[in-house]
Nanobody
């Protein structure tokens, strides 16, 4: 499975961005998917996860109510809608995939990773 994240950019505080993660190589319709982020000098941290059907989601406390994870299995793509962005959200955002299961919140639960997309929020 190859994952390609896109949609990052520079946005002012309070703005919105929508990240996409397109999978190729095989269908990920049976995969749990997740978004993580890593700021300079910090460890990679969990952002959001979604189960194979999209019926179950889980968010980090820091983004709950502002971010929404969703998926379109027909397009083999997962999305992260980010609203009310804050400077603290600045990081490289990575998508990840794991065959089967519900949702997962630790990096070592995932087998496949995308290359990351930079999100910068200015104050």
């Amino acid at each position: 499975v190859q994952l390609q994240a896109s949609g990052g950019g520079l946005v002012q505080a309070g703005g919105s961005l929508r990240l996409s993660c397109a999978a190729s190589g095989r269908t990920v319709s049976s995969y749990a998917m997740g978004w993580f982020r890593q700021a300079p000098g910090k460890e990679r941290e969990f952002v959001a996860s979604i189960n194979w059907s999209g019926g179950m989601t889980y968010y980090a406390e820091s983004v709950r109510g502002r971010f929404t994870i969703s998926r379109d299995n027909a397009k083999n793509t997962v999305f992260l809608q980010m609203n009310s962005l804050k400077p603290a959200d600045t990081a490289v955002y990575y998508c990840a995939a794991r065959n089967g299961g519900s949702y997962y919140i630790t990096p070592w639960d995932y087998n496949y990773w995308g290359q990351g997309t930079q999100v910068t929020v200015s104050s």
